[in-house]
């Protein structure tokens, strides 16, 4: 069995309170997430409590993934656990960190892995994944913005 941190940083040009509503809820993961692909089938709130269930996939190949919302600090963090989680990954922790600074959100990311696959395939996946998700986060912002 492997364990496996991953950390990633995402510069945000948005407020806090921007940048911490459009995490509030999974269906933006789906919008921001190309690889791996992502359904949701249950309520998408990342309130503490909630689990919330995801069909992910990598080309033919989908599962099942539950994600459990262990701990909320609103303006601060969020945690989720994976409950069910597929390919080889035997536990997922995430922790979801937001940091205002002057003109822009820090956004910072960590993930926990204990899995059979090799730390390299982990690395892969995860920097693809963050890679992804970092364009998409910033282009959504930017549309978002206003002409002044």
């Known amino acids: 069995m492997n364990t496996y941190l991953f950390t990633y940083e995402?510069?945000?040009?948005?407020?806090?309170?921007?940048v911490w509503s459009f995490f509030s809820t999974a269906e933006n993961l789906v919008k921001i997430t190309d690889f791996p692909t992502i359904t949701l089938h249950s309520n998408p709130l990342t309130s503490e409590g909630n689990t919330i269930q995801m069909k992910i996939?990598?080309?033919?190949?989908?599962?099942?993934?539950?994600?459990y919302i262990e701990e909320v600090k609103p303006l601060e963090y969020f945690i989720d656990v994976g409950v069910k989680v597929p390919f080889s990954i035997h536990s997922w922790?995430?922790?979801?960190?937001f940091v205002s600074l002057p003109n822009h959100t820090l956004m910072k990311d960590t993930v926990e892995i204990q899995s059979t696959l090799p730390s390299i395939i982990l690395k892969t996946a995860l920097k693809k994944m963050f890679t992804g998700r970092e364009k998409a986060v910033q282009l959504h912002f930017l549309s978002e913005k206003k002409p002044e």
């Open 10 to 18: 995402t510069k945000i040009e948005a407020s806090l309170e921007e």
């Open 57 to 67: 996939g990598v080309g033919p190949i989908k599962a099942n993934w539950h994600s």
């Open 93 to 97: 922790r995430h922790k979801h960190a």
